[in-house]
Nanobody
Framework: VQLVESGGGLVQPGGSLRLSCATS????????VSWYRQAPGKERELVAH????????NYADFVKGRFTISRDNAKNTVYLQMNSLKPEDTAVYYC?????????WGQGTQVTVSS
């Protein structure tokens, strides 16, 4: 099983980024996927979650209305569209999936929001 994030970078406040999580090694359409983030000195926190069919999404209150999670089951990829970024969104963003009771994490991608 592999989860590989990409799309992070440096962006100004108010800007946008789209993160991608490319997956392999499991039947993608059978599992939900989540995005988490971890800022320096803070615990890792859930950002967004999408069910296996993509029909249900959930968001942390601090990103509601700004971030959108989606998935392309043909490409085995999950996306996180991040708009109206704030300095407090600065963190390493991780893709996560629980597959047959085993927890899998990607390596993370750094997002820095700064002027």
């Amino acid at each position: 099983v592999q989860l590989v994030e990409s799309g992070g970078g440096l962006v100004q406040p108010g800007g946008s980024l789209r993160l991608s999580c490319a997956t392999s090694g499991f039947t993608f359409t059978n599992y939900a996927v989540s995005w988490y983030r971890q800022a320096p000195g803070k615990e890792r926190e859930l950002v967004a979650h999408i069910t296996r069919g993509g029909g249900t999404t959930n968001y942390a209150d601090f990103v509601k209305g700004r971030f959108t999670i989606s998935r392309d089951n043909a490409k085995n990829t999950v996306y996180l569209q991040m708009n109206s970024l704030k300095p407090e969104d600065t963190a390493v963003y991780y893709c996560y999936a629980q597959i047959t009771l085993v927890h899998y994490w990607g390596q993370g991608t750094q997002v820095t929001v700064s002027s």
